[in-house]
């Protein structure tokens, strides 16, 4: 499976989101106004919008990103090794900046490969930089590109086989390819209550790298290569 796929060319990304304010009364009325109408396709008759408010890290145009990890295989006479940096903070702007400046950097034949990042990370990626001005890299912008011709590759998706009834988790697929991932790092669902409330973004950068890792090691099960050791993943 896979190939013709050069690990080389390839970058692995992950990103984690919170909503845009900690609490839904700190939301201008307009953006709690326009926040009824979206949970309004989700909530259950007896929650109220400020109830599952939580989920609003999910959607582009209520959450921000607080970190975006990125990731590459290097081979040398020394064998695989995995090489992450991750770009933080605050500052959504910046870190979309700093992201976007990496990425025009690279060759025009990198690809970005994530889980679940066609329906999420890309668009998600691509619809923020819009709301911060943040020009969107070629490498990354897929207006007027027919499938074929974009840079993506996605995890999920190629472990579907053309199947679309089932989301797979990527925690499931580390499962059933016995591929070891850590216990001790948070739940996806966390993110918001670490960023809001323990104020711990170095705890969420090292979940988001560890998910980045994650995601190459089973392009590599898809393979058929051996997984990257631990003690070979670099952190820059």
């Avoid at 919170?18 to 926040?35: A, H, K, R």
Wanted: glycine share 6%; hydrophobic share 40%; net charge negative.
């Amino acid at each position: 499976m896979l190939n013709n796929l050069s690990v080389k060319n390839i970058f692995f990304i992950d990103i984690e989101t919170v909503s845009q304010s900690p609490d839904f009364n700190q939301l201008d009325q307009e953006l709690q106004q326009l926040w009824e109408i979206k949970s309004g396709y989700f909530r259950k008759e007896d929650q109220a919008p400020a109830d599952v408010y939580q989920r609003a890290a999910i959607y582009a145009e209520f959450g921000k990103i607080i970190c975006i990890s990125i990731g590459r295989i290097i081979e040398d006479d020394e064998g695989m090794k995995f090489r992450v940096k991750s770009f933080y903070g605050d500052d959504e702007k910046d870190i979309l900046t700093e992201f976007a400046n990496l990425l025009n950097r690279q060759k025009h034949t990198s690809i970005l490969c994530a889980h679940n990042g066609k329906e999420f990370d890309f668009p998600y990626l691509s619809r923020r930089m819009l709301i911060n001005g943040v020009e969107i890299p070629e490498l990354l912008n897929n207006a007027g590109k027919k499938p074929w011709e974009t840079n993506f590759l996605d995890t999920m998706e190629l472990w579907k086989f053309g199947d679309y009834k089932n989301y797979t988790s990527l925690r499931l697929l580390a499962a059933v390819f016995n591929i070891p991932t850590p216990k001790d790092d948070i739940d996806g669902s966390m993110v918001g209550q670490v960023y809001w409330l323990d104020q711990d973004l170095e705890r969420i950068r090292t979940y988001c790298e560890k998910d980045v890792i994650t995601v190459a090691q089973i392009l590599l099960k898809f393979k058929g290569k051996p997984l990257i050791e631990v003690e070979k993943v670099e952190r820059v």
